[in-house]
């Protein structure tokens, strides 16, 4: 049987994707240590990759995208202060994965997808907080009020830089957006909501992308309140693919 453990990519490789595939942690590790030009990531479906140590992030100082999703078992990330160059950062169905240390955390990106509230404050360090322009929650289809309303509380307030946000699948928007005083950029995609939070007065997009119909209508709909609270809104789109 041929041993794989030791195989390496070449150094000059820049995107790599390794997908539903049975890969271990071993080989993946050795893998990553030798590719130092990367600046691509994609790992899903892998159902035996539990990690990834420090030591392979300090070797991925070019990584500018990493994407992780649909891995079951991944349980540690670790090492993501090293990626200095880190632009995009997208963790979702990993269901597994447990919060970084202080200084383990993400200090600087662009915009981040992720699946579950609770991740953000897992992931992201106060300074990355900060940095962060773009946050996208993909699949959060329930909002569970006191526990994540109050995460969202907390960490909406250190969004300092926050110009815009997606919502896909939500059954109703939490009531801090409002606090996010630079927000441009508002979108909804597949959200069954039906009313409207008070919304930033910076706000100057909003993109409603196959929501619940009725509620677009009362967005369209002059003196509704959904219609009043993005009045202040010079750009609004309204698309189905129904």
């Known amino acids: 049987m041929e041993d794989h ?4 990519f070449p150094a000059s490789m820049d995107r790599l994707t390794i997908s539903d595939c049975a890969i271990t942690d071993t080989v993946l590790h050795n893998c990553l240590r030798g590719s130092t030009s990367l600046t691509w990531l994609f790992l899903s479906e892998l159902p035996f990759i539990i990690s990834i140590p420090s030591e392979v992030m300090n070797s991925l100082a070019m990584l500018q995208h990493l994407c992780i ?6 349980t540690y990330l ?3 202060n090293h ?3 880190l632009r995009s950062l997208e963790i ?6 447990r919060a970084l240390q202080e200084d383990e955390k993400v200090q600087v990106v662009d915009t981040i997808y992720i699946d579950d509230i609770p991740l953000l404050p897992q992931l992201l360090s106060r300074e990355g907080f900060s940095s962060l322009d773009m946050l996208c929650f993909m699949g959060q289809k329930e909002l569970r009020k006191e526990e994540e309303e109050e995460i969202l509380r907390q960490q909406f307030a250190s969004l300092t830089s926050l110009r815009c946000i997606v919502f896909c699948q939500w059954n109703r928007l939490p009531d801090t957006l409002v606090n996010l ?3 441009q950029d508002l979108g909804l995609k597949f959200c069954n909501i039906r009313s409207l939070p008070t919304l930033p007065a910076s706000l100057r997009v909003l993109t409603l992308n196959t929501c619940d119909k009725s509620f677009v209508r009362t967005c369209q709909m002059v003196g509704h309140p959904n219609y009043q609270k ?3 809104v010079p750009v609004k789109d309204f698309f189905s693919y129904e």
Request: hydrophobic fraction near 35%; include cysteine; aromatic fraction near 10%.
């Open 69 to 74: 999703t649909r891995c079951a078992q991944f």
């Open 83 to 85: 990626l200095s160059c």
């Open 5 to 8: 453990s030791q195989f390496l």
């Open 92 to 97: 979702y169905q990993c269901p597994n994965l």
């Open 78 to 80: 670790q090492g993501l």
């Open 181 to 183: 005083t630079c927000l």
């Open 230 to 232: 993005i009045a202040h």
